[in-house]
C-alpha cells in the first residue's frame, strides 16, 4: 500500500501512517469520538463573517466507498448558505445492526485508509474534509457526541446526508427503548441541536447490490418504497420532514445507482473469474471514485 500513500499530499501521506496507531489508541482507551484526518490544521477554516458553521456528515460504513457516497457528499442544503464549509467522513466501530463488523467485511483499518483515498477525491472540489471514529452505533447519539467534541470559530449546525434506506432505520423504533425514547432523541437532535437530515433516495437494486455492477444498462431509478411508507405511516418522521428539518435531494441515478454490496460482489466475482488487472481497474472506475481503485485493484480487501 505504499505505493498508494505515495499519490496523497503530504499531510494526508502522514495521516495515513498513523491511522493503526491512532485507531489502536482509539480503542484501547475507549474513546468514543476521535478525528483521525483534517484537510487543514485548523479545520474548518470559516469565513470571517461566518455566524454559523454548517458541516456535513456523511456517516456511513465505507465498506468500500463508492460514487455514491461521493454524490451524497456533493449534495447541498437547500436553505440558506445553499453550500457547507465543511464536511466529515465518519465512521463508527460499532454497528446497530451488525456490531463490531462481519466476516469477510473489511476491516477498521482498510475502511479508514479508503476513506482517506474519499477524502483527497473531495478535496479536489475544493471541500474541506475531516475523516472521524465514532463509537456510537445511531445517528441521535453521533450528533450529540460531534457538538460536544468539535470546535469551531462559530456555533456547529450539523447536516447528516444520507441514503433513504438509513433514514428509515433511524425510525425504526427496534433501536429504542421505547416511542418516547425515540421522539425525544429527535426532540434532541433537531430542536436542541439544530441539526437536519439530507436525504436522498435509493432504488431497491442499489439497496440489494444489483443495479450498480459494470456492464449494466439499467439505471435503477431513484425511488424508495420503503421511504415513502415511512413518511406516509411514521407520524414523527412526517412531521420533521414537514417542519424542514428533513429533506429529500435528488441524486443522480448514474450515481444513486451504485452501492457498496455491489462492489463487494464484483471484486468476489472478478477473483474467482481470474478478471485481468487491466479489466479490474476499468471496472472499478465505474463503480468508484479514481483514488479508491487502485487500493482495491490490489489489496484483496474482499
Not at 437547500?78 to 466529515?88: E, N
Amino acid at each position: 500500500m505504499e505505493a498508494v500513500a505515495r499519490t496523497l499530499r503530504p499531510a494526508a501521506s502522514e495521516a495515513w501512517r498513523r491511522l493503526g496507531p491512532s485507531l489502536e489508541q482509539f480503542i484501547a482507551e475507549q474513546q468514543r469520538f476521535k478525528l483521525v484526518y483534517t484537510s487543514q490544521p485548523t479545520w474548518p477554516v470559516l469565513p470571517a463573517s461566518c455566524d454559523r458553521a454548517h458541516i456535513a456528515v456523511l456517516d456511513a460504513s465505507f465498506n468500500p466507498p463508492t460514487r455514491a457516497h461521493a454524490g451524497l457528499a456533493h449534495m447541498h442544503p437547500a436553505a440558506p448558505p445553499h453550500h457547507f464549509h465543511a464536511h466529515i467522513l465518519l465512521f463508527s466501530v460499532r454497528n446497530a445492526d451488525k456490531g463490531r463488523g462481519r466476516p469477510g467485511d473489511a476491516s477498521p483499518l482498510q475502511r479508514l485508509h479508503m476513506m482517506l483515498l474519499l477524502a483527497q477525491h473531495l478535496e479536489q472540489s475544493d471541500m474541506q474534509v475531516a475523516v472521524a471514529l465514532v463509537d456510537e452505533p445511531l445517528v441521535f447519539s453521533k450528533s450529540t457526541l460531534l457538538h460536544s467534541h468539535l470546535r469551531a470559530s462559530a456555533p456547529l449546525h450539523l447536516h447528516w446526508v444520507m441514503g433513504s434506506d438509513t433514514l428509515v432505520r433511524v425510525f425504526q423504533p427496534k433501536y429504542y427503548e421505547s416511542e418516547a425514547a425515540l421522539a425525544h432523541a429527535c426532540d434532541q437532535f433537531f430542536v436542541q441541536e439544530q441539526s437536519r437530515m439530507i436525504c436522498a433516495e435509493r432504488s431497491l437494486t442499489s439497496v440489494r447490490g444489483t443495479a450498480g455492477l459494470p456492464g449494466a444498462t439499467h439505471l435503477a431509478q431513484a425511488t424508495s418504497p420503503e421511504l415513502h411508507e415511512l413518511l406516509a405511516h411514521n407520524a414523527l418522521a412526517r412531521q420533521w420532514l414537514e417542519q424542514g428539518a428533513i429533506a429529500l435531494h435528488p441524486l443522480d441515478p448514474d450515481v444513486a445507482r451504485h452501492s457498496s454490496t455491489a462492489v463487494r460482489r464484483f471484486l468476489k466475482e472478478a477473483e474467482a473469474q481470474g478478471m485481468s488487472h487491466e479489466d479490474l481497474v476499468n471496472a472499478l472506475h465505474t463503480m468508484v471514485p479514481a483514488p479508491v481503485v487502485p487500493y482495491l485493484a490490489t489489496a484483496h480487501v474482499y
